[in-house]
């Protein structure tokens, strides 16, 4: 048993005296007041691990300062000992959060056994939170990364969302950090002091699945030898987290939405229901409709899963959010806080790292910086500290193309600094690769052969710089035939950037569209036309 700093309080001398002895002999430090106020002074300048209180003294009596210390000292444990015991005290006094009630004359041995008890809840306490601390640090703070237009627009419907006990529904790629975005979503909820639960639907055994999230009563099934909790029972008050929704099979559907719909559950091997408190958050990296129309999904279990549904961007389209999320990864990977990171990325691994079109996304990325920082030995991290997959990605052209180049900005600099500032990346610098796209000058030009759309003549219509005055007509109005929504969209953009004389960022706030988007577009039309 750890020692204990102890306040006695207790208007018999004598008894103050032999608990002094005592306590001290069992390796304690005791503080002994024969006074309730004198207690309570004392209170209000030091900490004590567990107080002794008599229930009844002159001046003022135990639940009194019982009342008093859960306000000012809520983890001091209390334990109430009394000469005139009775049920209703006993009752009051663990109803005012007492750990312990005994009566006179109480046994040193009885003492014992309950400072034990509260010598192994404090440690018990203190290692939880010495653990928390340490997976912290290992984990990095539970916080979404990322200032894009796209990432604004994810924080925005959390924030909205959290606060409400509604299913949300969580989609992206794998490795878009859906788990993450859950987190956040709890976090920020009224039951982010009850447990967060999460599960990976794809790693339960399908013969046991509907234990594990369900329960069973014991002789359920053979080798059921005794009650089980299932996962909804367990985070009651809380949230479930159901990862990989989309592999459920279609009986643990059925039971998901029933208790979607009536808040109860059922374990095997019994007949009656069990009411459970509990927010449902869904995450799928699947097209859940596609399984629907493929009869693997239910849709009505669609239309309750994803009241609100929250689509996680890859890394493609967010590109400016790469190197502050490697600042961040960087610092996980070292186990420290982000301040205290002195390491650099230099120059050209940021370029590489934001041209990378990252199949992986967070995941791939998270873990070519803990690669390349063990590989740098605290050096700054180069190009060739990063995996084969990172410096020289296998991916098709077309996947490139659709995630658009992106290059670090033109002016020189001298590396991104994780613990400091980084001017981010501009969209000016933007180079996209190949002949047949230059725009420059003071009007839209398009150049080079890879730009000029052969055989693709919507309407009769030729990207070029229009003249304000003699724009192209639409398309009833020529008498050709319907356009596709892409080519409309497509001219859209190109009369805009006539109107601007040529300046991207002017036709996309034009047209309420990210820069970005803008060149992904233009990029797509090039590589179509030049195929």
């Given at each position: ?79 109430m000992m009394t000469g005139h015991a ?85 989609t992206g790629e794998t490795g878009t ?234 002016q020189p600099h001298h590396g991104y ?115």
């Open positions: 048993m750890g020692k204990l700093r102890i306040l006695f309080v207790d208007d018999e001398k004598g008894l103050r005296e032999i608990m002094r002895a005592e306590l001290t002999r069992m390796g304690h430090d005791v503080t002994e007041f024969s006074d309730g106020r004198l207690a309570l002074k004392a209170l209000e300048r030091e900490r004590f691990d567990a107080a002794i209180l008599d229930l009844r003294m002159p001046a003022m009596g135990g639940i009194e300062i019982l009342e008093h210390l859960k306000r000012v000292a809520p983890d001091t444990e209390a334990v009775s049920m209703e005290t006993a009752i009051e006094a663990v109803r005012l959060g007492a750990f312990d009630y005994i009566t006179k004359p109480a046994k040193m041995a009885e003492i014992e056994t309950i400072l034990m008890k509260i010598s192994e809840k404090r440690d018990l306490k203190n290692a939880n939170i010495a653990l928390q601390t340490r997976v912290q640090a290992a984990e990095g703070p539970s916080i979404l990364v990322g200032d894009s237009p796209a990432m604004r627009a994810v924080h925005r419907l959390i924030a909205t969302v959290a606060p409400t006990d509604s299913a949300v529904l969580i950090g859906k788990e993450l975005a859950a987190r956040t979503l709890w976090l920020q909820s009224r039951r982010a002091k009850n447990p967060f639960v999460p599960v990976n639907c794809g790693s339960l055994s399908e013969n046991l699945v509907e234990s594990e999230l369900f329960g069973h009563k014991r002789g359920a099934f053979t080798g059921a030898d005794r009650d089980h909790k299932g996962l909804f029972e367990v985070a009651n008050s809380g949230t479930l987290f159901l990862d990989e929704l989309g592999e459920l099979n279609r009986n643990i559907q059925v039971k998901l939405l029933r208790f979607l719909e009536s808040g109860e559950i059922r374990r095997l091997g019994e007949t009656s229901p069990i009411g459970t408190d509990v927010r449902v958050l869904c995450a799928t990296n699947r097209d859940l409709r596609r399984m629907v129309e493929e009869g693997g999904f239910r849709e009505d279990l669609i239309f309750r899963v994803n009241t609100f549904e929250i689509r996680m961007p890859p890394l493609r389209e967010r590109r400016e959010d790469i190197i502050p999320l490697a600042g961040h990864l960087l610092a996980r990977a070292a186990r420290r806080p982000l301040a205290q990171i002195t390491q650099k990325i230099s120059p050209s691994t940021m370029d590489m790292l934001v041209n990378n079109p990252w199949p992986g996304n967070v995941r791939e990325l998270a873990n070519a910086m803990e690669h390349a920082f063990i590989l740098s030995g605290g050096a700054a991290l180069e190009p060739e500290h990063f995996p084969t997959s990172v410096r020289q990605p296998a991916i098709p052209q077309t996947q490139r193309a659709q995630g658009g180049g992106y290059n670090s900005p033109s600094h994780p613990g400091g500032g980084f001017p981010q990346p501009q969209t000016q610098g933007y180079q996209p690769q190949g002949q047949g796209f230059q725009p420059q000058g003071q009007g839209f030009q398009p150049q080079g052969q890879g730009f000029q759309p052969q055989g693709f003549q919507p309407n009769g219509f030729q990207p070029q710089a229009f003249p304000p005055q003699n724009p192209p007509q639409p398309a009833a109005s020529q008498g050709s035939l319907p356009r596709t929504l892409e080519e409309i969209e497509m001219e859209c953009i190109l009369l805009a950037l006539d109107r601007n004389g040529g300046s991207k960022t002017a036709a996309a706030a034009e047209l309420d569209i990210s820069v970005k988007t803008m060149y992904n577009k233009l990029h797509k039309y090039q590589e179509k036309n030049a195929g």
